[in-house]
């Protein structure tokens, strides 16, 4: 039997409250073989108070919130998520990388700043 040390242990898989932050790209909705789908997001999230930079987070949100999510929201807009943070370590090029993900919902808090478009109300579908 192998015993990890703190240090070689995976991190663990937890909750999280809520993440507020704006989107770095349009969403990308694809088809699960389940005949589901899935929308995935990219959010930036600074943490002013703490003094550290700017972080990026992979979000995914299932079914119709995603169908929704990707029908109303594009780059800019700042949104709030919710749910199950995920770590993530792969190996590329020789290197390894790592990134996080939340799996869970998204609320939409506000278009981006500069929107071309008019504003209209967005009503959830789920």
């Not at 807009?77 to 590329?92: F, P, S």
Request: proline share 6%.
């Amino acid at each position: 039997m192998t015993t990890l040390t703190v240090a070689e242990a995976p991190p663990p898989q937890f909750q999280v409250n809520t993440l507020t932050g704006r989107l770095t790209r349009d969403p990308e909705l694809r088809a699960l073989p389940n005949g589901g789908s899935v929308c995935k997001l990219r959010l930036a999230v600074d943490d002013m108070a703490a003094g550290r930079e700017t972080g990026y987070i992979n979000v995914s949100t299932f079914g119709k919130p995603g169908e929704a999510a990707a029908k109303v929201l594009s780059t800019g807009w700042l949104v709030a998520v919710d749910g199950r943070l995920e770590y993530h370590e792969w190996e590329q090029d020789g290197k390894t990388r790592h990134d996080y993900e939340v799996i869970g919902s998204v609320e939409f808090l506000a278009a981006p700043r500069n929107a071309d478009r008019e504003e209209e109300p967005v009503e959830a579908a789920f």
